[in-house]
C-alpha cells in the first residue's frame, strides 16, 4: 500500500502523524511510504531520517494525490478540502460530530476517513487518545509547579519543598488517565497529592498501583470546596464520555483559595471544570482571576510535539500496519476498535452520532463494508 504523511499545517500543529522509525517498520513489510517535505521539522525529524528509513520525501500535491492511506495528526483545515478525495482512506483526529462543514467535505469527496478518537475497544478504551491524555496529565503537574514560582504571578511556593521545608499541595479532580499521570508526575516533585474521582472501583485501583501514596477523596462538592481552599495547585481532569465538563469549582471557590494559587484545567477541551475557565494557547498559556492564576491550554500535547508524536505514532503504527497489510475492509472486519473507528466510508457516514449530531444520513458500517472489500 502507499501510504501518505503530509505536514499538518493547522496554526501551532508541529506534530507529525508518522516518525521515521515507524516509516522504516512500515516500508519493511512491503509499502511504500511517501512524505511531504518538512512534514517531520516541526517534531525534530528532518527529510533525510525520513528518506535513511526507506520513505520518499515529495511534495504537498504528490502526497494527497498518490497516497492510498494518508495519515494526518489533526483533522484536514478548509484549504484541504479540495484534496479530499475518493479512494483515499484518511486516518486522523476528526472530531467532525463538533464541525459539519468538514462533514459534508468527507461526505461530498466520498472519501473514507477513519477517526483516531472515536477507534475504542470492547471495554471502553479509547487507545488512540490515551496517549494524548498521559501527556497532558504530566504536563499539568509541570504547569502547575511551574506557575507557583512569584515572578510568574503564583504564590511563590517550591511544590517539593526541601528538608525541614513543607512540600505544597495538588488537589486533582478526576482520576483517570489524566489525573493518574499528573498525580505521578506531582508525586515525583515532592508534592502531597490527593485525587478525588467519583468511581470508587478507579480510587481502589489508584490506591493499588500508587500504593497508597496519595490520599484518594470521593468528590462531592463539600469534598471538593476543602481540597480546592487546601491546595497550591488544582488540577481539573475529570470526563463524562459524549458530555460537557461539569463546573465543580465554581467562582465562590476562588475566594477561599490561597492567594497565587495555580488551576490547570486539562478538561478546557471539554468545556473546563472550573466556572472561570476559558482556553488558553501555548503563546499566552495564563491568566488570573480573583488572584488565582488559570492555565487552559486546550492543546496541551503540542507543547512538546517530539514526545507527542512519538506517542501518537507508537499508539497508531499497529492499526496503520493492520490496513496497510489487510486493506481497511478486512482489518476493519477483524477488529472491532477498529471498525469503531470508520466515520465515513466512500462518503457515508457510518458513525451514528456523528449523523445525528447534523441530521444526515447514517448507514451502519456492515451494509457498506461489503462494498469497500469488493
Ligand atoms: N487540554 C488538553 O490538551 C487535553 C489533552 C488530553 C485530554 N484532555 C481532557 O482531559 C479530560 C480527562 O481525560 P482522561 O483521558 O483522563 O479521561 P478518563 O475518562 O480517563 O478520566 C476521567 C475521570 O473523571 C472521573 N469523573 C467523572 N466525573 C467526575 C466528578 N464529578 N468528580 C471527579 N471525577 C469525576 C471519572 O470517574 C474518570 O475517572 C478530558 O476532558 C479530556 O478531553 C485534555
Not at 91 to 109: G, K, Q
Not at 348 to 362: N, S
Request: contains cysteine; charged residues 20%; proline residues 6%.
Amino acid at each position: 500500500m502507499r501510504i501518505g504523511v503530509p505536514r499538518e499545517i493547522k496554526t501551532d500543529e508541529y506534530r507529525v502523524a508518522l516518525t521515521p522509525a515507524g516509516a522504516r517498520e512500515v516500508v519493511q513489510k512491503g509499502h511504500e511510504v511517501l512524505v511531504e517535505t518538512t512534514a517531520g521539522e516541526g517534531s525534530s525529524f528532518p527529510d533525510g531520517d525520513y528518506e535513511r528509513a526507506g520513505a520518499r520525501i515529495v511534495s504537498v500535491d504528490e502526497v494527497w494525490a498518490q497516497s492510498q492511506l494518508l495519515l494526518k495528526v489533526k483533522e484536514p483545515i478548509e484549504s484541504e478540502y479540495p484534496r479530499l478525495r475518493e479512494g483515499l482512506v484518511l486516518f486522523t483526529y476528526l472530531h467532525i460530530a463538533a464541525d459539519e462543514p468538514l462533514t459534508r467535505a468527507l461526505v461530498e469527496s466520498r472519501i473514507t476517513a477513519v477517526a483516531y478518537e472515536t477507534v475504542e475497544t470492547d471495554d471502553g478504551r479509547l487507545p488512540l487518545l490515551a496517549p494524548m491524555s498521559e501527556i497532558a496529565g504530566r504536563l499539568a503537574a509541570q504547569a502547575g509547579a511551574y506557575f507557583l514560582e512569584k515572578p510568574l504571578g503564583g504564590r511563590g511556593l517550591l511544590l517539593g519543598g526541601v528538608p525541614g521545608v513543607a512540600p505544597g499541595h495538588v488537589a486533582v479532580i478526576g482520576g483517570g488517565i489524566v489525573g493518574y499521570n499528573a498525580a505521578i508526575i506531582a508525586l515525583g516533585l515532592g508534592a502531597h497529592v490527593t485525587v478525588l474521582d467519583r468511581s470508587i472501583d478507579r480510587m481502589r485501583h489508584l490506591d493499588e498501583i500508587l500504593s497508597g501514596r496519595v490520599s484518594l477523596v470521593m468528590s462531592s462538592s463539600l469534598q471538593i470546596e476543602e481540597s480546592v481552599a487546601a491546595a497550591d495547585v488544582v488540577i481539573g481532569a475529570v470526563l463524562i464520555p459524549g458530555a460537557r465538563a461539569p463546573k465543580l469549582v465554581t467562582r465562590a471557590m476562588l475566594h477561599e483559595m490561597k492567594p497565587g494559587a495555580v488551576i490547570v484545567d486539562v478538561a478546557i477541551d471539554q468545556g473546563g471544570c472550573f466556572e472561570t475557565s476559558r482556553p488558553t494557547t501555548h503563546t499566552n498559556p495564563v491568566y488570573e482571576v480573583d488572584g488565582i492564576t488559570h492555565y487552559c491550554v486546550a492543546n496541551m500535547p503540542g507543547g512538546v510535539p517530539i514526545s507527542s508524536t512519538l506517542a501518537l505514532t507508537n499508539a497508531t503504527l499497529p492499526y496503520v500496519e493492520a490496513i496497510a497489510e489487510q486493506g481497511l475492509g478486512l482489518a476493519v472486519a477483524r477488529d472491532r476498535a477498529l471498525a469503531r473507528g470508520v466515520n465515513v466510508l466512500e462518503g457515508k457516514i457510518t458513525y451514528e452520532a456523528v449523523a445525528e449530531a447534523h441530521g444526515l444520513e447514517f448507514t451502519p458500517l456492515e451494509d457498506v463494508l461489503p462494498l469497500l472489500a469488493a
